[in-house]
Structures are given as structure tokens and as C-alpha cells.
């Protein structure tokens, strides 16, 4: 796959402190085993093309992903996050459970998902996003008018997208974008339903901070519309 060229499109800190050896290690030896593979036609060189393939952008610490892995030993998991210690900390867990069924890509999650051919990930989840509560950053958030299009694209008949977030505001926004674009249907039944935890194992690190700061976060699931 062709080196990232959009850079300048992620925001925030590939790293949080200086590397211990450990992790150092981790990244040179044990991450490019791991590396997600696309050829020129934009199929996943490393899962088969039968097999249904998940997503998760930006994964944080990988709690989530490592539990969808090992919950789901015959789903392809693809992790899409930047930042150096929460992948050092998704490949430990990788070693130790001898997972095999993930792939990491360690960039932009929008650029990974150009590269993608269309109509070929079954879920994507997208837990926590950074809210970027300043207008003048709003403009920075993963999910926006042109991301839903390329979400809609790349999954698969019926494939859904499953958000969690604890800002109202960001809250907001996703369902006006989502509603506006007409590319997905939100998945909601009555008022609970979105305070229903959408998601198994373990807390996220933010999901566990948001509950811990009584700032109760909401789960939206949407399946993707046949248009
Ligand atoms: C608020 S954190 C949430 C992490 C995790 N999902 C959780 O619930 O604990 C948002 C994460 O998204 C990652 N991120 C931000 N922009 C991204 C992008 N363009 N592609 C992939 N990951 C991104 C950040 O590095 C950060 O780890």
C-alpha cells in the first residue's frame, strides 16, 4: 500500500512519553509482522475474501480489539490508530494471547479507508473519537460529511458502524451528518436505546473515564442504507 500522504490530517500525539525498550521493540520487531496489507485493487492481502472484516479506528489502548479478536477467532480485525503507546500496548496483548486475526495500521484511519475497495468490511466501530469541542477544530472530527461517504462505501450490504461517544455535542453532530447524508439508518428502537452499552469486553480506557466522571457516554449503531 502506498505510504501515507495525508499526514497533515491527523491531530493530536503519535506518542504520550518517551519509549521504554520494551515498547521500542514491540514496534520494530513484533508491529510489521502485523501490518494491514492492501494490494493495488484495494483487496486485504491478509484475510480471505469470504471472511467478514471488521474495523476499528482509532483504538486507543486496543481493549475493544483484542476482545472482538479473540471473541471472534474467524473475523479478520483491523486496528487503525496512530499512537505509539496504545499500539505498544495492542501488540503485548496480541503476544500474549497469541492472537492471530488482527492486522494494525498505524496512521491516518481516513487514509487506510481510500485504499480500501468499496463493499468490503463488514462493521466499523469508532469509540470515542476525540470531540474536538472547539468550533474552529470541529472540522477535525472522524466523522464528517465526506468520512460517512467513504464509511458507506467500503462496507458491505447491511454493514453497520457502531459509535460511542460521551460528548453531547459530538453526539449531535453525528446524527445530523448521518441523517443528512441518507447513506445510513440509525438503529434505535426507543429512548434507552442509546444509553445501551452496543458493545462487549472490556471498558475502553475512555469509556471507563467517562463513566468514572459521571458523564454517561451513548452507543449509535447504523446500518448502511442501499441507495
Ligand atoms: C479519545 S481516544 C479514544 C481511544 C479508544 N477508542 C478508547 O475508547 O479508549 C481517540 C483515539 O483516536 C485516535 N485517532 C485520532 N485521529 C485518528 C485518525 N485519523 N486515525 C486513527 N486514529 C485516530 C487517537 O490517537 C486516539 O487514540
Known amino acids: ?49 469470504e471472511q467478514d472484516v471488521f474495523l476499528e479506528i482509532g483504538f486507543g489502548y486496543g481493549e475493544h480489539t483484542a476482545f472482538q479478536a479473540y471473541s471472534n477467532p474467524n473475523i479478520g480485525i483491523i486496528g487503525a490508530e496512530p499512537f505509539l503507546n496504545g499500539i505498544t500496548n495492542l501488540l503485548k496483548i496480541i503476544v500474549k494471547e497469541n492472537i492471530k486475526n488482527i492486522k494494525i495500521y498505524n496512521h491516518d484511519a481516513i487514509t487506510l479507508i481510500e485504499s480500501i475497495k468499496s463493499e468490503t468490511i463488514s462493521r466499523i466501530y469508532i469509540l470515542f473519537p476525540d470531540p474536538w469541542p472547539k468550533s474552529r477544530h470541529n472540522k477535525r472530527r472522524i466523522i464528517n460529511e465526506s468520512s460517512i461517504k467513504e464509511y458507506s462505501r467500503i462496507l458491505k450490504k447491511d454493514g453497520k458502524i457502531i459509535i460511542a461517544t460521551d460528548s453531547k455535542d459530538y453526539q449531535h453532530w453525528i446524527l445530523l451528518y448521518m441523517q443528512k447524508s441518507k447513506l445510513f439508518e440509525w438503529l434505535v428502537h426507543d429512548a434507552n436505546d442509546w444509553r445501551t452499552r452496543l458493545i462487549k469486553g472490556p471498558l475502553t480506557k475512555y469509556e471507563n473515564k467517562s463513566i468514572k466522571s459521571n458523564n454517561k457516554p451513548v452507543y449509535l449503531m447504523f446500518k448502511k442504507n442501499i441507495i
Not at 3 to 32: A, F, I, M, Q, W
Open 1 to 49: 500500500m502506498e505510504e501515507n500522504k495525508n499526514t497533515n490530517r491527523l491531530h493530536g500525539r503519535k506518542k504520550l512519553y518517551k519509549l521504554s525498550d520494551e515498547k521500542k521493540s514491540l514496534l520494530d520487531d513484533v508491529l510489521p509482522k502485523f501490518i494491514i496489507d492492501i494490494d493495488n485493487n484495494g483487496h486485504l492481502s491478509n484475510f480471505s475474501q
